[in-house]
C-alpha cells in the first residue's frame, strides 16, 4: 500500500466513526429508501490513477451534480453567448430549489439551480428531442468511462412527485425561456437526475474537467477543453448552492452536490473526489461530502488558488545505485558491489512544486523493494504545508519499517527546512553527492570491501592490473615520483598532456568551470587509481583542472617512454587494455544515467 493510500484510507476510518445527524432526502420518496450508512470516498488524478475507500462501488443517483455537465453540453452545442442569453452565471444565495428568476426576463440566475439546469436541459431538448437522453446518458458515460444507465424507480419516484420542479418549469414557460413545452424537457431532466452511478465513475467523472474535458482514464474527449472553465467557474461560484461563498472560500475547490448524496469536487489540473454519503444537511448537501471535503483541502492544502505547474513531471528521474555513483571513483571491486548490492538504493530527483497532487505522484512510485530513499530537491521550486505533511509521514513510515529516507538539497524550500530545525527527524545531506559517498561507504563495509592501504604500490593500481612482477619492476625505472601540498594544481585545463599519475597515497578532485566562471566537481580520485589517462589515447589538451585535495604522492609516467622504450611495448598492450576497460565501464555507467532521465 502506498503512502498516500495509508493516509487516505485513515482518513476514511476517521469519518466512518463519526457520529452522522444528517437527514434522508425525502422529497423524493424513494431516496428515503436508502441506507443512510452508505459512505465511499474516490480521488482519481489526472492521470487516471484511483484511491478508493469504503463503499466506492454502490450505485445512487447523480442529481444535482448533474447539471454542470448538462451545462457543459449546451455551451458546446450553442455556445457560450447563446446560453447567457437564457441562463446567468450569478450565485442566487438560494437553495436549489429556489425560483430564482431575473424579474424582468425570468432568466435563472444560474445552471447549478433546479431553474437553470431545466432550461440547458431544454436546450439540448431543443435540438435532439427523443434523443436527448440517449445523448446525455452517452456524453456521461464518456465522463465516467464506462456505461451509465437511469434509475427507472428513482425516476418515475421523482417524476411523479417532482411538482416544484414542474411549477418552476411552467414559470420559466411563461418567461419563453422554456421554449416550446414544459413536459418533455421535464421529464429529460428527471431522467438526467435519475442517473445512476457509482464514487468510482463520479470521480472518474470530475478527474474529467480536471484534465480539460480528456476522460484521463479512456483518453477520450467528453467536452471541448475551451469550455471547460465555463463549467468549473459556476461550479466554483454556485455549486453548494446557498453555501457556495463560504465553500470557494474555505475549501477552494470547484464542487457540486446532489441530493442522492453525492459531491462532487475537482481540483483543476490536479485531481477530483467523489464523496457519497446520503445523509444531507439543511441546504441539501451531503453532511459527510461536506466535511471530508473540508478536510482533505485544508489537510493536504489543497485550493483553487494554490497553483502548482507541472504535476506530471515532478519526477525528473528515478535511479537506484547501480546506476548512480557519487563523484568519488572507485575501483573494479566496489563498481561490482555496487552493481550487486545497488538496487535496493533508490534515488528520485524532483522538481517544480511541491504540493499535495505532485507528492502522491511520485510517493505511488517508491517501489516495493526501496529499502533506502534520496529524495534529491535541488530542482524543487516551492512546498506547501500539505507536501510537508505527506513527507512527514513517509519520513516516519520509512523509520518505522526499519527503511532509510534521505533528503538532500532542501535548504531553499523554508518550510522544509525550518520543520527540520525543530524537529531535526530527517536524515539530511546539503547535497545528492555527500548521500551518494556515504551511501556508498555502507555498501562496501557491509559486504566485506576492504579498502587499499596507502601506500597503494604500483603493482596494485587499477590501470596496471595483469602485469607481471618483472614487468611493474621495468615500468617503475622509467618513472618519475613527485609530492604535492594540499591544494597544489597538478595539471590546468587547457595545457598540453603528456604525462599519466597513479596516486600511491592521498587524494585529487577533478573541477572544470561552469559558463559562469563556477567551479564544479566533476570526480573525486583516491589512491590506487590514475588521472590525466584520457589524452594517452586522443591526445588532446588537459580538459579539466585537476588539484590536489590532500597531501598526494604518486608516480608520473609520460606518454611517449611506451612508445619509445623497446622493453615495455608489452606494457603499453595491457595498458590500453585496462583504460580501454575502465572507459567502458564508465560509458556504460553513464549511459544508463541518461537514459534515466524521464
Ligand atoms: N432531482 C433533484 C431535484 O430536482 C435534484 C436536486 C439536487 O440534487 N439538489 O429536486
Known sequence: MNMVDKMLSELYEEFRAKENNGALANYIPELSKVNPRNFGIVLTTVDGYQYSYGDADIEFTIQSVSKPFIYGMAIQEYGVKKVLEKISVEPSGDAFNSISLYPESGRPFNPMINAGAITATDMIWQKYREETTDRILKTFSTYAGSPLEIDESIYTSESTTGHRNRAIAHLLRNFNILQTEVDAPLDVYFKQCSIKVNCRQLSTMGATLANNGINPVTGKKALKAKYIPNVLSVMASCG???????????????????????????????????????LLDKKGNSVMGVDFCKTIADRFSLHLYKTPRQIKHVLRRQLTMRTVRSKH????????????FGSSFHVMELQGDLCFATCESFMRRISSECQTLILNMHRCTTMDDGALSLLIRLNDEFQRNGKRLFVTDYSHLDLLWSYNERHPTFLIFKELDDALYYLENTILESNGYEPKQEPVQLKDQQLLRGLSTAEVNELQKHLLYKCYEEGDTIIRKGSVAEDIFFIESGRVVIQDTSDENREFTLAIINSGNSFGEMALL??????????????????????????????????????????????????????????SFT
Open 240 to 278: 453548494m448552492y446557498d453555501y457556495s461563498g463560504e465553500w470557494i472560500y474555505n475549501v477552494g475547490l470547484p464542487a457540486k452536490s446532489g441530493v442522492g448524496g453525492a459531491v462532487l469536487a475537482v481540483l483543476p489540473g490536479q485531481l477530483s473526489i467523489s464523496v457519497y454519503s446520503p
Open 538 to 595: 586522443d591526445k588532446q589538451n588537459r580538459s579539466a583542472n585537476v588539484k590536489a585535495q590532500t597531501r598526494v604522492t604518486c608516480f608520473v609516467m609520460l606518454y611517449e617512454i611506451l612508445d619509445n622504450v623497446e622493453s615495455l611495448a608489452g606494457i603499453k598492450i595491457k595498458i590500453l587494455t585496462n583504460l580501454g576497460a575502465s572507459l567502458s565501464s564508465r560509458l556504460r555507467t553513464a549511459n544508463k544515467e541518461i537514459a
Open 329 to 340: 571513483k572507485r575501483d573494479t571491486i566496489a563498481e561490482n558491489l555496487f552493481e550487486q
